[in-house]
Nanobody, 124 residues
Framework: QVHLVESGGGLVQAGGSLRLSCAAS????????MGWFRRAPGKEREFVAA????????YYADSVKGRFTISRDNAKNTVYLQVNSLKPEDTAVYYC?????????????????WGQGTQVTVSS
């Protein structure tokens, strides 16, 4: 069992940055691939970024490439999403998720555990 808690969201102006964190419980955190997803108002949940268990392999949605960076610190049981050059269309609730596999995955249905989400609001 893995319990995930996101933090770091907030209100920021366009062009600004935030660092989202996701703290995980459990001693097997390092054996999980991790991902970030988001759901904007009135839209479906969408993939943002994913990371392998070691942090060596990453995937990004085209809409965030070059602006967002996913990373993890297995010693702290934490995964991060650095979000830079924010745009109003990045406004959403951001969720982290854990998958019982070593390689990163883009498909939400392959994730086993989800956090409650953290709100990111970008003003223009």
């Amino acid at each position: 069992q893995v319990h995930l808690v996101e933090s770091g969201g907030g209100l920021v102006q366009a062009g600004g940055s935030l660092r989202l964190s996701c703290a995980a419980s459990g001693r097997t955190f390092s054996s999980y691939a991790m991902g970030w997803f988001r759901r904007a108002p009135g839209k479906e949940r969408e993939f943002v970024a994913a990371l392998s268990w070691s942090g060596d392999s990453t995937y990004y949605a085209d809409s965030v490439k070059g602006r967002f960076t996913i990373s993890r610190d297995n010693a702290k049981n934490t995964v991060y999403l650095q979000v830079n050059s924010l745009k109003p269309e990045d406004t959403a609730v951001y969720y982290c998720a854990a998958a019982r596999r070593l390689s990163p995955v883009r498909v939400s249905g392959l994730y086993d555990y989800w956090g409650q989400g953290t709100q990111v609001t970008v003003s223009s």
